[in-house]
């Protein structure tokens, strides 16, 4: 296996491994700021990009619940070249989100130093590159994982997006297309050489989808190989789970995909605070949510897009089972918002406070040079 050469930041930026791995002679401290790139990040708790999920209010709130970076769900590079307004909506940068990945997916290196050019221009701080989408949909196009399989195209990928961008590029990966493959190990240090300033993995094989255990030796293995910084991704959902797999594999973050679905007070408490939300704080949570939502996708987008997250906030024996089925039968997201608040009429003095607190997204950077979506809403 090649040994790489990287950023020089390795010994920084992996301090298990700097200690030589034992949990029990690393301190981890989650608050600990990285760099990524040049990129400073502050804390070693990352927010993972899940489609249909990571509009820009999930990575907002991420970022006020402890995530030291965000990032976007996957864009397609063939959407930013042919100026989908849907895709460029998805390129939309509010200011409270810095620092901000987008990821991109595709498998044309034009296309894909094209989107990288889109990605700075939007403002963002890093240019994700996914290697690790199992979905057939994607890897029929030869994007996604089924780049692991091709090593020489995902590594003219990664330089062609490189030498288009001034920003930090890093790859996000899972561990191979098969069951139990090791091909991450291989291909990771080749991308690295290409011009990858970071690497995130999610040890699954694609044919796995999510199913099993994320198996973080792998991560540590990679955390060997390359001197940039691994972040790991899968199944972690709780402070002790981040805190055992940082010191076992020695990445410098941890990323967080489904435990913060509706449940941004996951992400707090990794990050050391174990108060429970009240109820009142939940359905606050949601409704901004909601707003910010429908500001983002526009009225009819955002309707059946939250459909999905009134489970994951009201889930977890916060409120009862057919509480959630009745929101989503209800006709208009106002009609939802006024049964939200009858539930939990306290919820009204908790949003005032939030609205007061959380910045107006009003001030985005707009692209100039692209037409902005009108699915941003304003
Ligand atoms: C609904 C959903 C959508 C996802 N979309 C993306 C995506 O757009 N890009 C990506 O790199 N990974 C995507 N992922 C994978 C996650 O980023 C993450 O690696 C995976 O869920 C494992 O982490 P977890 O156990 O914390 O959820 C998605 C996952 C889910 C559940």
Redesign the pocket.
Known sequence: MPKTVGNGSGGVNNPARAAGYSSQTVNIDLHQHWELGGVEIPGRLVL???????VQAFRRQGRRYGAGLV?S??VSVAGIQHKNERTLGYLRVSRDEHPLAI?I?GSDPGAMAEAARAVEAAGADLV?M?F??PVRKVTKTGAGASLLDDPGLACRLVAAVAEATSLPVSV?MRRGVENGSRTCLAVGPQLVEAGASSL?L?P?SAKQM?TGT?DHSLTAELVALVDVPVIA?????SRARAESVLAMTGAAAV???????GNPWALRQIMGDDSEPTREEVVAELLLFMRETVRELGEHRASGFLKKFYGWYLGRGRFPRPFKQELVQLPTLDEVEQRLLAAAPGARFVLERLLDEVPDPSDEILLDSLPISIYGGG
């Open positions: 993972a990009p899940m489609a249909g999920v990571s990032c769900e996957m990821q997916f994700d996914n690790g989408c996000k995130t999610h699954r999510y994320a991704s899968g199944d972690i959902t990323m967080v995909g489904r435990a913060a679905q």
